[in-house]
């Protein structure tokens, strides 16, 4: 691991706190080339998943990273090759849902893997095909919003029952979207930014809440973004990272705070990238992979930024 740069100060959300320098660190590149990746944190271990590599053909391939080592390890493949792929995680266990094949058709599986075992299991199909979705795990229930169907972006939001392997319709979200972000914080599932056909980029931010069956409105994000990743710190802040726009890749990184309903810059992105993943662990938040241009670009990047505790 070596130091990059001090990349500036990092605010805490909005409200008088005081500015706390942050650096970005880049870490070992990871073994692949990809973009259009799903990633997930297991413990000490981050697992990437499927993507483009770059002769642009769809991969299969998932990638283990260990935290304490700064070292990368290939793991038994996904039973298929998907791009735009979503990816939660439960009780130790990584599930891997929806996504491209072929390129550009929308898919409705469903994957768990073991890390125990280095065994995939195949599960029950999600009722609707899409890719560029979001996915992220509440009390024994994995939740998928959002994706891409056909060049339409959805509103669709479906729950599958760990324990039952049934799933269900859930109410829609407000805003039709694709390539956004999800995370999970304060029992609520939490999706941001997204894109649209014919619409662009946007700033929108909601929530669902399983208890109250309902999604609730947050204040607009700052940047608007597409392609993007979100990763929920330990203390329940979210930060959001990536996307590309007409001008390039995305180098702007959010942090939002779901007690002061506040949003807040940290420092940009050192290698600006869209189709990546972000994945928290602790304050640490990690940026993976993705592409540093917009449309087909690959890197093996891999930068970590510790986020200043919350002064609240």
């Given at each position: 691991m070596r130091r990059l740069?001090?990349?500036?100060?990092a605010l805490l959300a909005g409200c008088g706190g005081e500015a706390s320098a942050a650096e970005w660190l880049t870490l070992k590149p990871a073994i692949?080339?990809?973009?259009?990746?799903a990633a997930a944190?297991?413990?000490?271990t981050i697992y990437v998943v499927g993507g483009f590599l770059p002769?642009?053909?769809?991969?299969a391939a998932v990638e283990r990273y260990d935290l304490r080592a700064d070292r990368w390890a290939r793991v038994r493949s996904l039973p298929?090759?998907?791009n735009h792929a979503a990816a939660a995680v439960h009780d130790g266990q990584l599930y891997v849902v929806g996504g491209y094949a072929d390129g550009n058709?929308?898919?409705k599986g469903l994957f768990r893997y073991d890390p125990r075992r280095d065994r995939w299991t195949r599960l029950r199909s999600m009722p609707t095909a899409r890719a560029a979705l979001t996915a992220g795990v509440i009390g024994g229930r994995l939740y998928a919003a959002g994706g891409a169907a056909n060049g339409r972006a959805l509103r669709t939001l479906e729950i599958?029952?760990?324990r039952s392997g049934r799933w269900n319709q859930g109410p829609p979200m407000r805003v039709a979207r694709e390539h956004l972000g999800g995370a999970v914080s304060g029992n609520a599932f939490f999706v941001l930014a997204g894109r649209a056909a014919g619409a662009g980029n946007m700033t929108v931010a909601e929530r669902y809440v399983p208890s109250r069956n309902r999604w609730e409105r947050l204040p607009d994000m700052t940047k608007s973004r597409g392609g993007t990743a979100a990763a929920?710190?330990?203390d329940g802040r979210i930060v959001i990272a990536g996307g590309e726009e007409a001008a390039g890749t995305i180098r702007e990184v959010e942090l939002y705070d779901p007690r002061r309903r506040t949003w807040s810059r940290l420092p940009d992105m050192p290698t600006p990238r869209h189709g990546l993943g972000v994945v928290a662990n602790g304050r640490d938040v990690y940026t993976i992979e993705g592409g540093p241009q917009p449309a087909f670009h690959f890197s093996r990047t891999i930068e970590r930024l510790t986020v200043a505790a919350s002064d609240g």
């Open positions: 740069l001090l990349v500036g100060a692949l080339e990809r973009t259009e990746v944190r297991i413990g000490t002769d642009r053909s769809t991969t298929a090759a998907v058709r929308p898919t599958y029952d760990l929920a710190l330990s």
